[in-house]
C-alpha cells in the first residue's frame, strides 16, 4: 500500500477489543487511472483536514473536497468554547476543495446541494466519501451519489455506546440508519465501537475496513519533540513536585467536569505530592465550576480557557495525566489520543467511545463508572502511584498505542476501500 502502511485489526480476548497492528509493506505501483474520490464534509475540521491532505499526496487517489461550509475557518460562536473561534486556515492547503455554501448545513432544504450535483458531475468521482449521517448534508449527498451512480462510502463516529437509549428510540434509531446504509456500499470503522455498530445492524464484516480516528498526529509530533515541561506550571504558580490532573474540551453538561472537580477537592495530595487540576477549554458551565472551587477554598483548580492546537503542547508537556470523565454522546474522545501522543496516560468514563482502543488498564490509563467522583478520585491515586514506579514505562506505552491511530493509517485505510468498490454504474457527462 502506498506510504508503505498495512492496518491489520486483530481480535483480543473475550471482550471482543481491537488491537491494531501496523505493518511495514512494500507501497504498491500507482494505478494507471487513480480512483478519484470525492470527500463530502459538513466543514474544515482540524481532525479530518490531514487526512485529505495526506490522501492527496498519494499517487493512487485523485482528491477533491467539498464542504458544506467554510465557516470554521472564517470564525464562528461556538456555543460550546463560548469565545469567537477561527481555525487556521492551514486546514484548507495542500488539496483540491470547494464550499458549496455559506448558508446554515443543518436546515431541512440545503441550498449547497443542488450545487453538489453539478461540481460531482464536474469532478467525476469514482467513489465518494461521507463523514456521518447527520447533518442532513450527508443525506443529500447520498440522493446525489445514488442518481448519479456513485459508490459511497462511509467515516463517521458511529456508536451504541455513547448513551442511554429508550426501546423507541433505539427501534426509531436503528430503523432509520439500517436504510441509510442500505444506501451505501462501503464503511469504515473508526475503531472497535463503530465496527460493533456496523455490524450490528447488518453490516457483512468484508463490508467494513478500517480507517482509525486520528488527530493530526504530525503537528503533535512536531510539538512533542520541541516539548519544553515546566513553563506552564510556573505561569500558573504549580509546584514542580505538584500532581497534575489535566481536563482538556468543553465545560458543558456531556463532559461532566464537575465529576472532576469533585475528585480534586476531595484528593489534596497524593503520596505526599499536591495535587492541581488543570481545566483546558472553555464552555457555559465555567463560572459555575470557578465558583464552587472558591466556595471549596481549593486553590489548586486553574482555568486557562480555550487555546488554539498549535499551543497544546505546551499544555501536554506539563501534565501527569488527563481525566476524560464524560457522560454522553462522547463518540471518540480525540483529546485522548492528542494526550497519549505526549505520553499521558489517561483516565476516562465507560462513555467515552476511545476507552476499548486506547486504554489499557495500568499500562496508558484506567476506565471508570461515569459520574462516580468516588472511583475517578480512586483512580487518579492508583494512577499516580503507577507513574512514581513506572513513568517511562507508561509513556513509551501511550505513545506506542497512540501511533496506531494516526493520519497515515487512516488515509492508507480509505485508499484500500477504494479498491474493492463496484465501478461507477454510469458516465458522467
Known amino acids: ?18 488491537q491494531l497492528k501496523v505493518i511495514a509493506t512494500p507501497a504498491r505501483e500507482p494505478l494507471c487511472q487513480p480512483a478519484r474520490l470525492a470527500v463530502v464534509s459538513s466543514h474544515p475540521i482540524q481532525y479530518q483536514c490531514p487526512i485529505w491532505q495526506k490522501l492527496a499526496g498519494r499517487p493512487d487517489t485523485t482528491l477533491r473536497v467539498f464542504f458544506g461550509s467554510d465557516f470554521s475557518v472564517r470564525g464562528y460562536h ?3 468554547f463560548g469565545p469567537t473561534v477561527r481555525w487556521a486556515d492551514s486546514l484548507l492547503a495542500g488539496y483540491d476543495h470547494h464550499s458549496l455554501s455559506s448558508s446554515p448545513i443543518n436546515s431541512f432544504f440545503f441550498a449547497g446541494s443542488l450545487q453538489l450535483l453539478q461540481r460531482l458531475r464536474d469532478f467525476q468521482p469514482t467513489a465518494c466519501l461521507i463523514n456521518g449521517y447527520s447533518p442532513l448534508l450527508y443525506w443529500h449527498t447520498v440522493v446525489v451519489c445514488r442518481w448519479l451512480g456513485v459508490p459511497l462510502i462511509i467515516r463517521a463516529e458511529t456508536t451504541d455506546v455513547d448513551r442511554h437509549r429508550g426501546p423507541l428510540h433505539r427501534v426509531l434509531r436503528d430503523t432509520v440508519l439500517r436504510i441509510f446504509y442500505a444506501q451505501l456500499s462501503g464503511f469504515l470503522a473508526i475503531g472497535h465501537n463503530s465496527r460493533q455498530h456496523y455490524q450490528r445492524l447488518g453490516v457483512r464484516p468484508q463490508r467494513c475496513g478500517l480507517a482509525p480516528y486520528c488527530v493530526d498526529s504530525d503537528l503533535f509530533e512536531q510539538q512533542y519533540k520541541q516539548r519544553v ?3 506552564l506550571r510556573q505561569s500558573l504558580s504549580i509546584p514542580s513536585a505538584a500532581l497534575v490532573v489535566l481536563f482538556s474540551g468543553k465545560l458543558i453538561d456531556k463532559k461532566d467536569p464537575f465529576t472532576l472537580l469533585d475528585a480534586i477537592v476531595q484528593l489534596p495530595t497524593v503520596a505526599g505530592r499536591p495535587v492541581h487540576s488543570i481545566f483546558l ?20 483548580v486553574h482555568f486557562i480557557g480555550w487555546q488554539p492546537q498549535e ?11 488527563l481525566v476524560l470523565p464524560s457522560v454522553f454522546s462522547e463518540t471518540w474522545g480525540l483529546v485522548v489520543n492528542e494526550a497519549m501522543q505526549f505520553g499521558v496516560p489517561c483516565i476516562v ?3 467515552v467511545g476511545c476507552g476499548p482502543d486506547l486504554i489499557r488498564d495500568s499500562e496508558t490509563g484506567f476506565i471508570f463508572p461515569h459520574g462516580d467522583a468516588a472511583a475517578l478520585r480512586l483512580q ?8 512514581v514506579s513506572k513513568r517511562e514505562q507508561i509513556h513509551a506505552a501511550c505513545r506506542d498505542r497512540v501511533a496506531l491511530y494516526s493520519v497515515a493509517a487512516a488515509a ?12 461507477a454504474r454510469i458516465s458522467l457527462p
Open 281 to 300: 477549554g472553555d464552555g457555559n458551565l465555567r463560572q459555575s465550576l470557578e465558583q464552587k472551587a472558591r466556595e471549596s477554598a481549593c486553590d489548586r
Open 412 to 423: 492508507a485505510g480509505i485508499a484500500e476501500a477504494l479498491t474493492h468498490l463496484p465501478a
Open 349 to 351: 468514563s465507560d462513555r
Open 311 to 321: 499551543k497544546l503542547g505546551e499544555v501536554y508537556a506539563d501534565a501527569d495525566m
Open 78 to 80: 461556538d456555543k460550546g
Open 380 to 387: 487518579i491515586a492508583k494512577l499516580a502511584s503507577l507513574l
Open 1 to 18: 500500500m502506498a506510504d508503505g502502511i498495512t492496518v491489520s485489526v486483530l481480535n483480543a480476548g473475550p471482550q471482543m477489543a481491537w
Open 229 to 231: 515541561p515546566g513553563k
